[in-house]
């Protein structure tokens, strides 16, 4: 099939068009108005839900004596028969159709002749088009899950194999306290347990069905909701027709987890572009991941987190496309609802898009322990632990907080680590300094003591990882 057959000329538009609407029009749609009005460039994505969703309805409607089951065979052989053309590509999808919906009702008429017109018994486009939207995110969410599984057991499997390599933790971006990278590492896994638990739990509200609300009272024929619902896979069926018909907010409460997701995946972009640089040098990004200048020979870029740092700004823009275009919509449909498709279907790819590149990167960053231990003797990390250890000897924290800091001081002007300064240095600042404290001012001391759940000690931070491989997302 040519691209040129698969267009129309304006006079089939303006026909095709007028058939749709029937009697009610003295006048075909304007051309212009009618590539306005049209979706299916882009809602030609739900066609498999579409054609699901029609088929369901077309069995329910045979079951219930609506239709012949003789009429309802015919109309699931033709749904299925257009189902294939679409996935070889054969399709001929018509702007003057208007939506997926028509241009595969129209396709089904063309197919099997009148009882095609049958389908559309009991059903509106409004209920059709909810229903659409919430299969197809039914099944992204779960594609979204099953990448954020792979992208935490990848981070398991990195921080099993470092939870003795030492580096700085910040606060500030100045340094705080040593702790290990595994434990950094876990920090993101565990921002990736309730990104899952959110799309988990969204699923439960995506799954259900707006079947038989028709246009937004509900129908006159006596339909079954229960037999649509049970052979779409629906956890349940959408108590009230307005508001089935009309609330997008399912589809918001998607973006919106999808929007927390992206805010985490760029703040661990963030920490990966800074540790790349040559001032820090933390790590290094396998070179597939990265590109090179077109005029600075030396460059490396991280090229992937930097993007996904950028694409985290287009689905908040998302957010608030859909959080404004429902909030001054009355009940119940109103063809404003046509606008969510895009930034859902961008949010969709955006986020696919950046799971995709993370599950396969992240696991596979290597860190330079030499360069994070040197950084970490250099920010007089273990300064907290000094102060734990004269408390521990009968100082009150305050006290304590005081003396190392006059020792951090002495330190400075040294420009040497605490743990450099000579014993008689450091009992010139208290007296219950004695030569044990030399243990406490290792950095490996220093994790070791850390040593509850959540805490930085490798051993915790081993059964943190234990604990991880159950903690994995599931749909
Ligand atoms: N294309 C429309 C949408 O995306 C389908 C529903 C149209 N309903 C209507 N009454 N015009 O929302």
Redesign the pocket.
């Known amino acids: 099939m040519t691209d040129q057959t698969k267009h129309q000329t304006t006079a089939q538009a303006d026909q095709a068009t007028s058939n749709i609407w029937g009697g009610r029009f003295s006048e075909a749609t304007d051309h212009f108005v009618a590539q306005f009005t049209a979706?299916v460039n882009f809602?030609k994505r739900m066609a498999s839900q579409d054609i699901a969703g029609s088929i369901a309805h077309a069995t329910m409607l045979g079951q219930c004596g609506i239709i012949t089951k003789d009429e309802s065979r015919q109309i699931i052989d033709g749904l299925t028969q257009i189902k294939g053309e679409i996935e070889r590509g054969e399709f001929v999808w018509q702007v003057a159709l208007?939506?997926v919906?028509m241009n595969i009702e129209s396709r089904l008429t063309a197919l099997i002749g009148d009882v095609g017109k049958k389908l559309h018994t009991g059903r509106?486009?409004?209920d059709q088009?909810a229903t659409d939207i919430r299969l197809y995110l039914r099944d992204e969410t779960k594609k979204i899950v099953s990448l954020i599984a792979k992208l935490q057991s990848g981070l398991l499997d990195l921080a099993s194999r470092h939870t003795h390599t030492i580096m700085p933790g910040f606060t500030h971006l100045q340094t705080a306290q040593p702790i290990s990278f595994a434990h950094h590492v876990m920090a993101w896994f565990e921002m990736l347990v309730r990104d899952g638990e959110r799309f988990v739990e969204t699923r439960r509200r995506i799954n259900q069905m707006p079947l038989g609300s028709a246009?937004l009272a509900g129908t006159t024929y006596p339909i079954d909701r229960t037999i649509t619902a049970r052979l779409l896979g629906f956890d349940g069926i959408c108590q009230n027709s307005l508001d089935a018909v009309s609330d997008r907010d399912f589809a918001i409460e998607f973006v919106s987890n999808a929007s927390i997701l992206m805010m985490h995946l760029s703040r661990i972009s963030e920490e990966l572009i800074l540790w790349m640089s040559a001032q820090f040098a933390f790590i290094n990004i396998p070179d597939r991941f990265c590109t090179g200048s077109s005029i600075m020979p030396q460059k490396k870029n991280p090229d992937v987190p930097e993007l996904v740092r950028g694409k985290t700004a287009r689905v908040f823009g998302q957010l608030t496309t859909l959080l404004t275009l429902m909030k001054n919509q009355p009940l119940a449909?109103n063809?404003d609802?046509?606008e969510d498709?895009e930034p859902l279907f961008d949010c969709v790819d955006t986020l696919t898009g950046s799971l995709i590149a993370f599950a396969d990167m992240l696991p596979n960053i290597t860190p330079n322990a030499k360069n994070m231990k040197d950084a970490t003797m250099k920010g007089y990390a273990t300064a907290t632990d000094l102060a734990d250890y004269l408390v521990k000897k009968g100082l009150p924290f305050r006290d304590a907080h005081e003396v190392v800091g006059s020792a951090v001081g002495l330190a400075v002007q040294k420009d040497v680590d605490l743990s450099e300064l000579s014993l008689d240095e450091l009992q010139s600042f208290s007296d219950l300094i004695a030569d044990d404290v030399f243990d406490c001012l290792t950095l490996e001391g220093s994790l070791n003591a850390r040593n509850h759940i959540g805490g930085t000690a490798p051993s915790q931070v081993e059964q943190a990882i234990e604990r991880g491989r159950e903690r994995i997302v599931k749909v």
């Open positions: 979706s809602d208007e939506d919906h509106s486009r409004n088009v246009a449909y063809k609802n046509q498709k």
